[in-house]
């Protein structure tokens, strides 16, 4: 074996590396926020009255939970054409994040509003407040800094699910290293590369979800 | 879609089960090591395995897919995809459950292992009798969790160019021009694996918590 | 529903109950209370554990709904909608056992939610009165703190501070001093003392009897969910009618 590595296609591309890493970003960004939405929203459903509303919401997370994202993402890019809606990669894989990471954050925020003492709730109550402002004004806070933690890490691990949007063409990271490196056949050195830049990305991540639970969770407790 | 079809899934399947287990069993046995390392009491030791734990754990899968694929290719090991497939996630296994597994024997109880101490009993007894069986019994969830997340990994094999049942779908999908039905029954498949797993894995958490209470 | 002529409500009762029962499933929790509550009334509510103490407080604003029977606060009739109850709960402040202050709010926060965001009020009227109560439980200069920075007895007075924002017309307080340390008992007492003096309506679940010689104008015991008697302090310790208060008497002073 006498294979000398050389990434010189690694150096030429690395302007189009740098911008898809912010396409990865603004993929897991997006996701991360729809992901929320739907938690938050599958998590009122999930406490609703109604209890078809209940199963389907376990429904729905049990069977995303239990199957593969790519086989996910792929279902997501032919049934929505189906459905009459024609998105491009990008926004279908923002879709199909959203819905992943959501089912994992029902899951979540569940746990971290049932964290918060009844006490709270009742309190709010006895004063006068409604149930969504206390939800809102009372819960909502202290339920986010108990799942801070897990919330970060299921988002880093969605920040590094995106990769798998490469398989539906997204623009992100992924697929652009795919194309450098189909063009120049240095896979080793291009997927190098790319694997420390996700380790780049993920620590900033990371390094965000702590900024923001310093600026915004942070009060004393005992 | 046929019986033939439905056949070709099902050999698809049965690739993904081997590689699961594959990945499982051998991640299992380094992802010992690697806890036991990660917790050796040796900062360098313990330095190092960080670096490794953080390493999987901050990069995708599919990377790492990849960078064991044409690595191994590089150092001059010419091996099929599923062998390269199954190095790469018994890596990623050994790196997740050589975490999890940290994690669960830092919360055996210090006493335990002070008791052993006392007792005159050496790492080996101390480990293997006192500290694993807990730490085991601890992070059952925690390990069975992992197995159902590996086991829907697998699929990013298919990327790499092994047929296991999501590849297995998507060239049935090229052939009959039914993906919903297609990646619905793929879908199903993986579920009816990993379902039973994820119930029994919350079981054993309830039931866990209540003992301890 | 009761007979009008068996119940002492009248027109000018601040809190009525009448024919009070709820369940919780088959559990009857409270079985056919009756109470009249006059403006500025001090009431002790003391029974066994279990007895429905707290239950019948919650039922006053409506943190328990009840099955039977009618509850009155200040003439607004408390049905199950919730246009009753918010104008119930504006009336009525609560002290709870444990607290319940806001972690992630300062102590002066705490006292600003609700009269901004249920009254209305605007900030700077809220901070006033919030600044205003905080120095009436002596606590003033703690207002930019956090409940976690507190001690238990300062956080009891902040949550007495924190109801009385509000303005309202009635206090419940669900034994306010059995989470305290003993030497922090005396502060929350003095406190409610104090708003007693200033004429305060009062429900009290406690078992401090000293508070209730002192403050009490009628002691009420209940048990399994009843009213068992019903008199001002100095007969009721002197001279308990029925046995069971006899007994529980025995106990709780025994104890002291
Ligand atoms: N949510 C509930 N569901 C079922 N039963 C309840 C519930 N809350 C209270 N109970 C029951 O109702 C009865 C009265 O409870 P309550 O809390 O009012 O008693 P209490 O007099 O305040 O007792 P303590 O002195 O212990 O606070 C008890 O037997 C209790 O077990
Ligand atoms: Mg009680």
Redesign the pocket.
Known sequence: MNYTLDFTPVIEGMPNLLTACLGTFMLAISGMLLATVIGIGGVVLRTSKIKLLRWLVIGFVELIRNTPFLVQIFFIYFALPLAGIRLDPTPTAIIALGINGGAYAIEIIRGGVQSISKGQMEAGLALGLHKAQVFRLIILKPALRAIFPSLTSQFVLLTLTTSIASAISAYELTSVSQRIESDSFRSFEVYFTVTAFYLVISWLMMRLFAFFSARYFAYPVK | MGQDEFFFLLMGLKWTVALSAIGFVCGCVAGLGIALARTSGVPLVERITAGYIALFQGTPLLMQLFVVYYGLALVGIKVDAWAAVSVGLTLHASAYLGEIWRGAIEAVPRGQTEASKALALGYVSRMKDVVLPQALRISLPATIGFLVQLIKGTSLASIVGFTELTRAGNIISNQIFQPLTVFGIVGILYFVMCCPLTIYGAHLERKFAASVR | MSDISTTKATADAMISMTGVAKW??A?Q?LNDINISVRKGEKIVLC??????????I?CINHL?AYQQGEIRVGGILLGHQAKSIDAVRREVGMVF?QFNLFPHLTVLQNCMLAPMRALGLGKAEAEGRARQLLERVKIAEQAEKYPAQLSGGQQQRVAIARALCMRPQVMLF??PTSALDPEMVKEVLDTMIDLAREGMTMIC?THEMGFARQVADRVIF?AS?AIVEEAPPAEFFSDPKHERTRKFLGEILGRH
């Open positions: 919780y499933g559990f929790a029974g066994p554990s279990g007895s429905g103490k707290s239950t019948l919650r328990e056992q669900d034994e679940v209940m969910g």
